[in-house]
């Protein structure tokens, strides 16, 4: 296989005394859909965050296309083609659908000028409907899975190689997992990796391609996603709080 886009190599964090992810390895491949699982406090949004370069870890070394990137901080992960969609969305309540998207385009705009981001704006409204009837509309009078759309939105606009999503279900009725799921599928499809994390580890070995299991801070199994959905251990350890 290719060199992986993303490596995670022993990469630990810490929060004072707390061992939040503890020598966590894992690749992401090019063009691949992966996922990380696991129950509550595994884990698995400190792996995200210092991927992301928002939490520094202790220990381990992250590589990205080629490069070392661990110590740097947000914004560079955001420059070098990394995206993250954070747990609980973020989105700025006050401003509207469109100038959030704006946001999300801002390293764009700042080398080409805001008017470069209307084609991806209306790339992202294509892609869903429901913002663009919304776009004047203060984002926080949208429904939650609207708000997962802008936030999916946003991150898109950063035109990443690598787009992160922690806990896509957060707080969302199921039927809007049956329609989120088929767009990051297309997105995928197009190239796009996307790193998802998840506690609904059915829905997650669903859509993915390949997944790490995550328990106490480490990865305990990992494989191709159909292999963990129909292994015992997975099912037990997991799917009973997922449900
Ligand atoms: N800012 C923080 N300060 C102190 N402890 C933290 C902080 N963030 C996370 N932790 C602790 O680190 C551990 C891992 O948390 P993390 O948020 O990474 O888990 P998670 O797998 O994302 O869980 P969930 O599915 O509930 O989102 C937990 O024990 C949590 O309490
Ligand atoms: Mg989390």
Same mark, same amino acid.
């Given at each position: 296989m290719s060199n992986p886009l993303l490596k995670l190599d022993g990469v630990s964090v810490n929060y004072g005394r707390i061992e939040a992810a503890r020598a966590v390895s894992l690749e992401v491949h090019?063009?691949?859909f992966v996922s990380i699982i696991g129950s509550n406090g595994a884990g698995k949004s400190s792996t995200l965050k210092a991927i992301a370069g928002?939490?520094?870890?202790?220990? *381990?070394?992250?590589?990205?296309?080629g490069k070392q990137v661990h110590g740097r901080g947000p914004h560079e992960m955001v420059a070098c083609g990394i995206a993250m969609v954070p747990e609980g969305r973020y989105v700025f309540a006050d401003q509207t659908v469109e100038d959030n998207l704006?946001? *999300?385009?801002? %390293?764009?705009? =700042?080398?080409?000028g805001v008017a470069s981001l209307r084609g991806d704006i209306d790339r992202i409204y294509d892609l869903f409907s429901r913002l663009k009837e919304r776009r004047l =509309?203060?984002?926080?009078? @949208?429904?939650?899975?609207e708000q997962q759309m802008l936030a999916?939105?946003?991150?898109?606009?950063?035109? /990443?190689? #690598? #787009?992160? %999503? !922690?806990?896509?279900? #957060?707080?969302?009725? /199921?039927? &809007? @997992? !049956? +329609?989120? +799921? /088929? &767009?990051?599928?297309?997105?995928?499809? =197009?190239? @796009?990796?996307i790193l998802l994390v998840e506690q609904l580890a059915v829905q997650a070995l669903s859509v993915t391609t390949r997944a790490y299991v995550m328990e106490n801070g480490r990865i305990t199994m990992s494989g191709p996603s159909a292999q963990l959905a129909g292994n015992p251990a997975v099912m037990e350890a997991y799917l009973g709080k997922a449900a």
């Open positions: 090019e063009g691949e928002v939490v520094k870890p202790v220990a *381990g070394a992250i590589t990205y296309a704006i946001l *999300g385009g801002y %390293i764009h705009a =700042q080398r080409k =509309q203060a984002a926080g009078s @949208l429904s939650g899975g999916i939105g946003r991150g898109l606009l950063s035109k /990443p190689r #690598l #787009l992160m %999503i !922690d806990e896509v279900s #957060l707080g969302l009725a /199921p039927k &809007v @997992l !049956d +329609f989120l +799921f /088929p &767009v990051l599928k297309e997105l995928n499809r =197009q190239g @796009l990796a």
